[in-house]
């Protein structure tokens, strides 16, 4: 710790340190790029002497930059050196200390905001975000108005990969968010501004850095308004077609180049629709607005008849989601959530349906699963849109081999059944949007929903469990858009790849949410009695039986609730193309075969007795209910059925009868049996 004091001081005096040798500092921004331009004119007017010229001219450079330096120059050096030592060291939680009691952040400011020396103050920038990285500093730099002097520094796009890990580092703390968001100098609208500013700046680093910055701070409605207001939609759109222009060789094909930004620009716009949709829910969720409630709204844009403002949401929680989808689903058409619609139109319409179907087929040519994951996720909240299914369904992937060209529907057919990655979470992903495309978005894998099923206490959660054998026709009957996706499903071989999924293949580690999945898939579809008939004669309820048999618990780890959504989907397709109830269905395939065997032969060994006159009283009744008095007669005075009721009910002795059969019965089954006979009371 006492090190470190001494560093801190020694680099804000700017003082030399006896034990550092002197050495060249690096050039600044240019210098390396000038000096080899410089040495290639000058193999090029030597005849070509080659790259060998180059690094000779500059190694002359270097040299004679060295044997130039002075105590001026040498101080330079030293605190440059220092102050790369200290943004190894800040990182770690002993030192945070040390650098409060030394002020280490009246230090490093002091440091960027010189403007002679552009190379320590980018590794000053970049040890301010070691320091960052710890709670404490962060909320002291946010007092101390160090944002204020951190945005309007000049040569950003020298900067931008050191300014926006610094940014990045503050948000990874909830409480730290939540502070900026009270900001009123810099507001959350210049924050935004100035990480668009640095994501413009097309810096591999910088624009890893800012993406990941924007999926956490878009979570927040304060950021969220800022962004859309600025374009930062379309601004993701251009990041996402750079990287899949860049992820591709001269050849065409698929490159390691590209594919981190790629990553975190998927999930960044995974983020950004998600929390539209999050928001949207909670709009649904409130009551209808009063009448004039309109007139009421602020100046500034806050929410009508004085409602509550929106909570800060959070993306990547996967229960809020599903539930959402549902939500705008079963709610969207009679409440307009009109924000949450105009985001998506807009991105859209600058193309982003087509870029997150090209990452896809991107991240399964580099075997990113990540990726994939994102874009399919973000891709199930755009299609809950009418408008944006149509597209879809035209959409037609093209490629330098007319017979490998794809359409969008037969990729997202290919993610959900494995055949682009292999993987459980990328084919769990794929289902849930091909639910949603169906028009029946699947509800959340809940573990506390099980309680509730097995007698314990409710939970507001556990509504979600039970939505599992619902259906989403039950209360909105399909509209044209959802039938011509039904259409170009079964096209794209989707019942034969769902049903596929469904014969006990155990190629993934999730397969139980795979088949819960698929059953969800093809419940929303077998509302088509074309459909029903197609699984009926495929035999799909036989195999879904013993399934269902093979594994009935049902416990409380994750595997087991994706198993029990499994047992009720299940049941409910099975009911739906059988016939049969839902309760029956569960209990007979739970039995196996050998309990079935038995249960045959105990009904088969079983002697039934009854009174036959009870019997020709109820063929009585039968007839006469069914209009036939005279044959009702006949086979009264035939029978002798004088006792026999005119409604043909039997007297009140009559059960007790049934129970104890008569006494010539009961002597003939004793002879039978080789028993002494014996008189009968």
């Known amino acids: 710790m006492y090190e470190d004091a001494g560093l801190l001081r020694a680099a804000g005096a700017g003082k030399p340190a006896p034990e550092l040798h002197a050495r060249a500092p690096p050039p600044p921004p240019g210098t390396r790029a000038r000096a080899g331009a410089l040495g290639a004119a000058g193999a090029e007017g030597e005849g070509g002497e080659g790259e060998g010229s180059s690094d000779e001219a500059e190694a002359a450079e270097e040299e004679a930059r060295g044997a130039s330096l002075g105590g001026a120059a040498l101080l330079e050096l030293e605190t440059l050196y220092l102050v790369q030592g200290l943004g190894v060291l800040m990182s770690y939680k002993e030192c945070l200390a040390a650098a409060l009691q030394e002020g280490a952040l009246d230090i490093v400011l002091r440091v960027v905001e010189r403007r002679d020396a552009p190379v320590l103050v980018h590794e000053a920038l970049r040890m301010l975000a070691a320091l960052l990285s710890h709670r404490k500093f962060s909320l002291v730099f946010i007092e101390a108005g160090g944002l204020k002097r951190l945005l309007p520094l000049p040569d950003m796009a020298y900067y931008a990969s050191s300014a926006a890990l610094c940014l990045m580092s503050m948000t990874h703390f909830r409480g730290v968010v939540d502070r900026l968001v009270r900001l009123s100098e810099p507001d959350p609208a210049a924050l935004v501004s100035f990480a668009l500013g640095l994501l413009e700046a097309a810096d591999e680093v910088a624009s890893s850095n800012v993406l990941q910055l924007l999926s956490k701070v878009l979570a927040d409605p304060a950021f969220l308004r800022p962004f859309d207001a600025l374009g930062g939609a379309k601004l993701l759109l251009k990041t996402a077609r750079q990287c899949i222009e860049d992820a591709h060789d001269a050849a065409g094909r698929p490159a390691a180049r590209g594919k981190t930004v790629a990553k975190w620009c ?23 607005p009063a009448a004039g409630a309109a007139a009421a709204a602020g100046a500034d844009g806050g929410p009508a008849g004085g409602a509550a403002p929106l909570r800060r949401v959070t993306p990547d929680a996967e229960d809020a989601a599903a539930l959402a989808c549902i939500a705008i689903e079963r709610k969207g058409r009679a409440h307009d959530p009109s924000e949450w619609a105009a985001a998506v139109e807009a991105l859209v319409s600058g193309g982003g349906l087509e870029l997150l179907l090209e990452a896809l087929l991107l991240a399964s040519g580099l075997r990113l699963a990540e990726v994939a994951v994102y874009a399919l996720q973000a891709l199930q909240v755009v299609v809950l849109l009418p408008s944006v299914r149509t597209r879809l369904l035209g959409i037609r992937l093209d490629s330098d081999d007319a017979a490998a060209s794809k359409s969008g529907m037969r990729v997202l057919v290919d993610a959900g059944g494995g055949q682009l990655i292999l993987d459980g979470q990328v084919m769990v992903s794929g289902l849930q949007l091909l639910c949603t495309c169906v028009g029946c978005s699947p509800p959340p894998f809940n573990s506390r929903a099980l309680h509730a099923r097995s007698g314990k206490a409710a939970h507001p959660e556990t509504v979600s469990m039970a939505l599992w054998d619902r259906l989403h026709w039950d209360q909105f009957p399909p509209n044209k858009v959802v039938a011509r996706v039904w259409a170009q499903l079964q096209d794209c071989d989707g019942i034969r790849i769902l049903s596929g999924l469904l014969r006990g293949s155990d ?41 269902v048999r093979q594994d009935p618990k049902q416990r409380v780890a994750v595997r087991d609730c994706e198993a ?49 006159r009870e019997l020709l009283a109820l063929v009585h009744a039968h007839l006469l209910s069914s209009g036939l008095p005279r044959a009702a007669a006949a086979l009264r005075e035939e029978a002798a059925l004088a006792g026999a009721s005119p409604a043909g009910l039997s007297t009140p002795g009559s059960a007790a009868r049934a129970r104890a059969p008569p006494a010539s019965d009961r002597a003939e089954r004793r002879r039978r049996r080789g028993q002494p006979q014996r008189d009968d009371p």
């Open 507 to 547: 190629r993934t580690s999730r397969e139980d949410g795979v088949r819960a999945l698929a059953c969800r898939a093809l419940l929303g579809l077998s509302h088509e009695p074309r459909v029903r008939q197609i699984l009926q004669e495929t035999q799909l309820a036989l195999a879904l039986s013993e399934l």
């Open 266 to 288: 998927c999930l960044a716009t995974r983020n950004y629709l998600r929390t539209h949709l999050l928001l949207a829910a909670q709009q649904l969720d409130r009551p209808p």
């Open 564 to 612: 029990a959504a499994f047992r009720l989907a299940a049941a409910k397709l099975v009911s739906l193309v059988t016939g049969r109830a839902q309760h029956s269905v569960l209990e007979v395939a739970s039995d196996s075969a050998l309990r079935k065997i038995e249960k045959a032969a105990v009904v088969e060994a079983s002697c039934i007795d009854y009174d036959r």
